[in-house]
């Protein structure tokens, strides 16, 4: 996941990793703010979709629905400044990758100012800091140097109602072609 905004390393840390993603959502959950987390995860997987336009349009829908609606169950407290101009492309398009992206920035905002601090402080949250950066400090200090990757067999599949995009790439480093198969699924709720 690219960061988004401002820089902080603390924060991209967490939001980088699946196992510190899933405590800060467990204890966003227990201080009742866990909706500046989703908003950002779902923002974050919006912006690196690669879908037809009908899938963005049908995702930023959910994503009105879900947060910025007066009715939505996990609804965020920001300005109308911020909130009205995004409802409107939502309902009249263009629909894109970037056109959360001010939303995306006051989520992390919030984020790092009013619940990864609290989040550190606990046992959980310490623990997983500790692990990032024992995990950091193990890192190998010199990569080996890539020369060329190639992403090829890209394919949109769906099985049982899931889209997802299958494709291979191929990486080339010092002298060795590795394969990598992978898939991305585009998660609507």
């Not at 390393?9 to 227990?30: I, Q, T």
């Not at 995306?104 to 310490?126: K, Y």
Request: proline share 4%.
């Amino acid at each position: 996941m690219p960061p988004t905004g401002r820089r902080s390393s603390r924060f991209d840390s967490v939001m980088c990793d699946d196992d510190a993603v899933e405590a800060l959502v467990k204890y966003s959950k227990e201080i009742m703010c866990v909706e500046y987390v989703y908003l950002w995860l779902d923002i974050q997987q919006f912006a690196n979709m690669d879908g037809a336009e009908e899938d963005f349009r049908k995702f930023s829908q959910q994503i009105d629905e879900k947060y910025l609606d007066d009715a939505a169950d996990l609804r965020v407290d920001l300005p109308a400044s911020i909130i009205d101009p995004i409802r409107r492309v939502v309902a009249a398009g263009p629909w894109g990758g970037d056109m959360f992206a001010e939303l995306q920035v006051q989520a992390r905002r919030h984020i790092e100012r009013n619940i990864l601090p609290m989040f550190v402080s606990t046992r959980s949250g310490s623990a997983c800091m500790s692990r990032l950066a024992n995990e950091v400090a193990a890192a190998p200090a010199k990569a080996p140097k890539i020369t060329a990757i190639a992403v090829t067999s890209f394919a949109k599949r769906s099985s049982g109602g899931v889209k997802y995009y299958s494709y291979r790439i191929d990486v080339e480093a010092q002298g060795h072609t590795y394969v990598i198969w992978r898939r991305y699924s585009q998660c609507f709720m």
